[in-house]
Protein backbone atom coordinates (compact mmCIF):
# COMPACT_ATOMS: atom_id res chain seq x y z
CA UNK A 1 0.00 0.00 0.00
CA UNK A 2 0.77 3.72 -0.09
CA UNK A 3 3.62 4.67 2.33
CA UNK A 4 3.14 8.46 3.75
CA UNK A 5 6.23 10.06 5.70
CA UNK A 6 6.51 12.93 7.48
CA UNK A 7 9.57 15.19 8.22
CA UNK A 8 10.97 15.99 10.78
CA UNK A 9 9.47 14.10 13.26
CA UNK A 10 9.81 16.08 16.09
CA UNK A 11 10.86 19.90 15.58
CA UNK A 12 11.18 22.51 18.91
CA UNK A 13 11.31 26.30 17.39
CA UNK A 14 11.14 30.02 19.31
CA UNK A 15 8.22 31.54 19.35
CA UNK A 16 8.21 34.13 16.27
CA UNK A 17 10.22 31.37 14.06
CA UNK A 18 8.92 30.11 10.86
CA UNK A 19 9.25 26.45 9.89
CA UNK A 20 8.57 23.84 6.83
CA UNK A 21 7.04 20.56 7.15
CA UNK A 22 7.04 18.30 4.73
CA UNK A 23 4.44 15.48 3.88
CA UNK A 24 5.87 12.66 1.00
CA UNK A 25 3.88 9.74 -0.53
CA UNK A 26 5.25 7.16 -2.35
CA UNK A 27 2.19 6.88 -4.95
CA UNK A 28 -0.37 8.55 -6.60
CA UNK A 29 -3.47 10.19 -4.20
CA UNK A 30 -6.61 12.05 -5.15
CA UNK A 31 -6.63 14.76 -2.60
CA UNK A 32 -4.22 14.95 0.88
CA UNK A 33 -5.47 17.23 3.61
CA UNK A 34 -3.46 18.77 6.71
CA UNK A 35 -4.50 18.61 10.38
CA UNK A 36 -3.45 20.10 13.60
CA UNK A 37 -3.55 17.58 16.88
CA UNK A 38 -3.39 19.86 19.52
CA UNK A 39 -2.04 19.09 22.97
CA UNK A 40 -5.46 18.13 24.51
CA UNK A 41 -6.35 15.89 21.38
CA UNK A 42 -8.78 17.94 19.22
CA UNK A 43 -8.27 17.13 15.78
CA UNK A 44 -8.53 20.49 13.75
CA UNK A 45 -8.46 20.30 9.54
CA UNK A 46 -6.01 22.78 8.23
CA UNK A 47 -6.47 22.18 4.57
CA UNK A 48 -7.90 20.15 1.93
CA UNK A 49 -5.47 20.24 -0.85
CA UNK A 50 -4.78 17.72 -3.54
CA UNK A 51 -2.69 20.48 -5.47
CA UNK A 52 -1.63 23.94 -5.61
CA UNK A 53 -1.43 26.31 -2.66
CA UNK A 54 -3.31 27.38 0.04
CA UNK A 55 -2.83 30.36 2.69
CA UNK A 56 -5.07 30.64 5.90
CA UNK A 57 -3.72 33.52 8.00
CA UNK A 58 0.14 32.44 9.09
CA UNK A 59 -0.01 29.10 7.57
CA UNK A 60 -0.24 27.83 4.07
CA UNK A 61 0.26 24.68 2.17
CA UNK A 62 1.92 23.63 -1.53
CA UNK A 63 0.93 20.13 -2.94
CA UNK A 64 3.04 19.12 -5.61
CA UNK A 65 0.93 16.04 -6.55
CA UNK A 66 3.24 15.26 -10.04
CA UNK A 67 6.15 14.97 -7.66
CA UNK A 68 4.14 13.37 -4.54
CA UNK A 69 5.13 15.78 -1.52
CA UNK A 70 3.26 18.38 0.20
CA UNK A 71 4.48 21.24 2.14
CA UNK A 72 3.10 22.69 5.46
CA UNK A 73 4.28 26.24 6.05
CA UNK A 74 4.07 28.09 10.06
CA UNK A 75 5.23 31.45 9.68
CA UNK A 76 5.47 33.40 12.94
CA UNK A 77 4.88 30.50 15.14
CA UNK A 78 3.32 30.57 18.49
CA UNK A 79 2.76 28.50 21.24
CA UNK A 80 -0.85 27.66 20.63
CA UNK A 81 0.92 26.06 17.09
CA UNK A 82 2.48 23.50 19.80
CA UNK A 83 0.83 19.80 18.72
CA UNK A 84 1.01 17.68 16.34
CA UNK A 85 0.93 17.96 12.93
CA UNK A 86 -0.56 15.32 10.25
CA UNK A 87 -1.07 14.88 6.64
CA UNK A 88 -3.44 12.47 5.27
CA UNK A 89 -3.83 11.03 1.74
CA UNK A 90 -6.79 9.54 0.11
CA UNK A 91 -4.66 6.89 -2.25
CA UNK A 92 -6.30 6.52 -6.15
CA UNK A 93 -5.65 2.32 -5.73
CA UNK A 94 -8.40 2.68 -2.64
CA UNK A 95 -10.53 5.11 -3.05
CA UNK A 96 -11.78 6.32 0.19
CA UNK A 97 -9.32 5.09 2.47
CA UNK A 98 -7.42 7.74 3.63
CA UNK A 99 -3.86 6.95 5.40
CA UNK A 100 -2.27 8.92 7.72
CA UNK A 101 1.19 9.97 7.93
CA UNK A 102 3.14 9.40 11.38
CA UNK A 103 3.09 13.29 12.06
CA UNK A 104 5.14 16.23 13.20
CA UNK A 105 5.27 16.89 16.80
CA UNK A 106 5.77 20.51 17.45
CA UNK A 107 6.81 22.65 20.29
CA UNK A 108 6.75 26.34 20.31
CA UNK A 109 8.16 28.13 23.13
CA UNK A 110 8.22 31.83 24.50
CA UNK B 1 -17.14 20.96 17.37
CA UNK B 2 -18.88 21.75 13.81
CA UNK B 3 -22.08 19.02 14.31
CA UNK B 4 -20.06 16.03 15.48
CA UNK B 5 -20.30 14.45 19.08
CA UNK B 6 -19.13 11.30 20.05
CA UNK B 7 -20.38 8.83 23.38
CA UNK B 8 -18.96 8.52 25.20
CA UNK B 9 -16.05 10.50 25.93
CA UNK B 10 -14.10 7.96 28.64
CA UNK B 11 -15.44 4.09 28.97
CA UNK B 12 -13.52 1.57 30.76
CA UNK B 13 -14.65 -1.74 30.64
CA UNK B 14 -13.81 -5.70 31.08
CA UNK B 15 -11.89 -7.89 29.03
CA UNK B 16 -14.55 -10.07 26.90
CA UNK B 17 -17.88 -7.42 27.62
CA UNK B 18 -19.10 -6.07 24.44
CA UNK B 19 -19.12 -2.11 23.94
CA UNK B 20 -20.76 0.32 21.36
CA UNK B 21 -19.54 3.84 20.71
CA UNK B 22 -21.67 6.55 19.00
CA UNK B 23 -20.93 9.32 16.54
CA UNK B 24 -23.74 11.79 15.91
CA UNK B 25 -23.60 14.50 13.21
CA UNK B 26 -26.24 17.09 13.11
CA UNK B 27 -24.27 18.36 9.26
CA UNK B 28 -26.49 16.09 7.12
CA UNK B 29 -23.00 15.05 5.81
CA UNK B 30 -22.76 11.17 3.45
CA UNK B 31 -19.51 9.75 4.90
CA UNK B 32 -18.89 9.01 8.10
CA UNK B 33 -15.65 7.02 9.65
CA UNK B 34 -14.25 5.60 12.71
CA UNK B 35 -9.98 5.52 13.21
CA UNK B 36 -8.07 4.43 16.38
CA UNK B 37 -5.14 6.59 17.29
CA UNK B 38 -2.12 4.70 18.97
CA UNK B 39 0.88 5.38 19.97
CA UNK B 40 3.94 4.43 17.45
CA UNK B 41 0.88 3.85 15.06
CA UNK B 42 -1.21 6.68 14.37
CA UNK B 43 -4.21 7.34 13.05
CA UNK B 44 -5.72 4.14 11.56
CA UNK B 45 -9.44 3.30 9.70
CA UNK B 46 -11.27 1.05 11.15
CA UNK B 47 -14.36 1.14 9.23
CA UNK B 48 -16.38 3.83 7.07
CA UNK B 49 -19.96 4.82 5.23
CA UNK B 50 -20.99 5.78 2.65
CA UNK B 51 -24.27 6.31 3.08
CA UNK B 52 -27.22 4.77 5.21
CA UNK B 53 -26.37 0.88 5.15
CA UNK B 54 -23.34 1.13 3.45
CA UNK B 55 -20.30 0.48 5.08
CA UNK B 56 -17.03 -0.98 4.35
CA UNK B 57 -13.56 -1.98 6.07
CA UNK B 58 -10.52 -0.36 6.91
CA UNK B 59 -6.86 -0.97 7.25
CA UNK B 60 -7.92 -2.59 10.82
CA UNK B 61 -10.75 -3.74 10.98
CA UNK B 62 -10.65 -7.03 12.63
CA UNK B 63 -12.67 -7.39 15.76
CA UNK B 64 -15.00 -4.22 14.97
CA UNK B 65 -18.41 -4.10 13.48
CA UNK B 66 -20.54 -0.79 12.09
CA UNK B 67 -23.77 -0.24 11.40
CA UNK B 68 -25.57 2.96 10.00
CA UNK B 69 -29.65 2.99 10.15
CA UNK B 70 -29.89 7.01 9.72
CA UNK B 71 -27.83 9.41 8.52
CA UNK B 72 -26.50 11.42 11.63
CA UNK B 73 -25.64 7.90 13.79
CA UNK B 74 -22.19 5.98 13.00
CA UNK B 75 -21.78 3.39 15.83
CA UNK B 76 -18.72 1.50 16.20
CA UNK B 77 -19.03 -2.26 18.22
CA UNK B 78 -16.47 -4.23 19.64
CA UNK B 79 -18.10 -7.45 20.08
CA UNK B 80 -16.05 -8.95 22.96
CA UNK B 81 -13.19 -6.18 23.84
CA UNK B 82 -9.41 -7.02 24.28
CA UNK B 83 -6.73 -5.23 26.12
CA UNK B 84 -5.16 -4.54 22.54
CA UNK B 85 -8.52 -2.46 21.68
CA UNK B 86 -7.40 0.13 24.70
CA UNK B 87 -7.33 3.09 22.27
CA UNK B 88 -8.34 6.80 21.52
CA UNK B 89 -11.39 6.21 18.82
CA UNK B 90 -11.96 9.09 16.44
CA UNK B 91 -15.17 9.62 14.39
CA UNK B 92 -14.74 11.63 11.40
CA UNK B 93 -17.23 13.57 8.39
CA UNK B 94 -17.08 14.34 5.12
CA UNK B 95 -19.40 16.12 2.42
CA UNK B 96 -18.24 13.48 0.27
CA UNK B 97 -15.30 11.66 -0.89
CA UNK B 98 -13.23 14.75 -1.93
CA UNK B 99 -14.03 16.97 0.92
CA UNK B 100 -12.07 17.71 3.81
CA UNK B 101 -12.79 15.86 7.38
CA UNK B 102 -14.19 17.41 10.40
CA UNK B 103 -13.10 15.31 13.71
CA UNK B 104 -15.36 14.44 16.62
CA UNK B 105 -13.83 15.15 20.33
CA UNK B 106 -12.82 11.72 20.58
CA UNK B 107 -13.50 8.54 23.17
CA UNK B 108 -10.97 7.39 25.09
CA UNK B 109 -11.39 3.50 25.81
CA UNK B 110 -9.52 1.54 28.15
CA UNK B 111 -10.33 -2.24 28.46
CA UNK B 112 -9.12 -4.15 31.38
Known amino acids: GIQVEQSPPDLILQEGANSTLRCNFS?????LQWFHQNPWGQLINLFY???GTKQNGRLSATTVATERYSLLYISSSQTTDSGVYFC????????????FGPGTSLSVIP | DAGITQSPRHKVTETGTPVTLRCHQTENHRYMYWYRQDPGHGLRLIHYSYGVKDTDKGEVSDGYSVSRSKTEDFLLTLESATSSQTSVYFCAISVGANYGYTFGSGTRLTVV
Open chain 1, 27 to 31: DSVNN
Open chain 1, 88 to 99: AVDPKTSYDKVI
Open chain 1, 49 to 51: IPS
